[in-house]
């Protein structure tokens, strides 16, 4: 499940929760969505969110099923928390990792999730993510869903017509999931939502005043963001510490990632990168103390001392050190 850092975090979480279950309470709802994905709502400033949002308000009052396509990340399950608010409607929001669901169980989890979720919301979470015996697990509980009054969501960052065209997905409930698509569309296609969220997750981080350099404001426009909002608030939770309550600058954010259509000199560049966060991080994480840095960096501290030149990375002011 480790595409990325902040995909291979929300997959350590899932396990970790499932890890803890016990059968009688193997239907426990899965936590809320993460406050990182529910930000992206509200700090909607761009004409791309705002056109999604008339969408979901549009649809959140009626019964058909919804189905949210998008990243990783992007905020579909956001969304999904908005269409059930917005609808009014009056039971639950409840949520099934379908990553998580195994065919010999599926059937009595999705129905214990149902009776939880009556006269609310049932969110699927990556409905791609189902195999075969818990597809038709669903297929069997669709009619339950409808007798309960409760409105089914779904999610995917998968192409579910792609699916079904090889075989991965059934015709028939990718149909009745499909009533209503709308897309949630990923980070880098709503650049006026960046800034303010950047700086919202800098606040939560603990930033008392968020100062961003002209460059890190830049690098936050041009970076293309594959980890969406999530991969955003964890790098402003990073920046923060690096900044040391100063100002953020480009070389507390993340680099822009390599591609093998770039042309000479761009993996040069990219490991570059990755080197200076690395020393910047170990740098904060060790007080500035040079020795403690280049033993956790494993090389020598003169060796240490020649990339810190190398890449302009001065001591701060003793001043400004942790106590």
Not at 111 to 131: F, H, M, N, P, R
Not at 206 to 225: F, I, N, Q, T
Request: a neutral charge; glycine letters at 8%; charged letters at 30%.
């Amino acid at each position: 499940h480790g595409e990325s850092p902040e995909r291979l975090i929300r997959a350590a979480r899932e396990a970790l929760a499932e890890a803890r279950r016990t059968e009688e309470t193997i239907a426990t709802p899965p936590p809320r969505v993460p406050r990182a994905l529910e930000q992206t709502v509200v700090d909607a400033h761009d004409p791309v969110t705002h056109e999604l949002l008339a969408e979901v308000d549009a649809h959140a009052g009626g019964r058909d099923p919804v189905l949210l396509q998008g990243e990783r990340s992007a905020g579909k399950s956001a969304i999904a928390r908005l269409l059930h608010v917005r609808g009014d409607r009056k039971g639950p929001f409840v949520t099934v990792a379908c990553a998580t669901l195994e065919g010999d169980t599926a059937e009595s989890v999705l129905s214990t999730q149902i009776t939880d979720a009556t006269g609310g919301t049932l969110l699927l979470d990556e409905v791609g993510e189902l195999d075969e015996v818990s597809q038709e697990a669903l297929m069997g509980q669709l009619d339950v869903l409808a007798s309960a009054n409760v409105r089914l969501v779904a999610t995917t960052h998968r192409t579910l017509a792609g699916l079904v065209s090889r075989g991965g997905f059934d015709e028939q409930l990718y149909e009745r999931l499909s009533s209503v698509q709308l897309e949630v569309p990923a980070l880098r296609s709503r650049p006026d939502d960046i800034l303010p969220l950047a700086e919202s997750f800098a606040r939560r981080a603990g930033a008392d005043e968020v100062k961003l350099s002209p460059a890190a404001v830049a690098r936050l426009r041009s970076y293309p963001w594959p980890g969406n909002v999530l991969e955003l608030s964890n790098a402003m939770a990073r920046a923060v510490v690096l900044a040391r309550g100063g100002e953020v600058l480009a070389e507390h954010l993340p680099s822009e990632p390599v591609t093998i259509a770039s042309g000479e000199g761009r993996l040069r560049e990219h490991v570059d990168s990755v080197e200076r966060d690395s020393i910047i991080k170990a740098l904060a994480d060790c007080n500035h103390n040079q020795t403690h840095a280049a033993k956790r960096l494993g090389i020598s501290r003169r060796a240490l001392i020649y990339k810190m030149e190398k890449y302009g990375l001065k001591r701060p002011p003793k001043g400004s050190r942790k106590r």
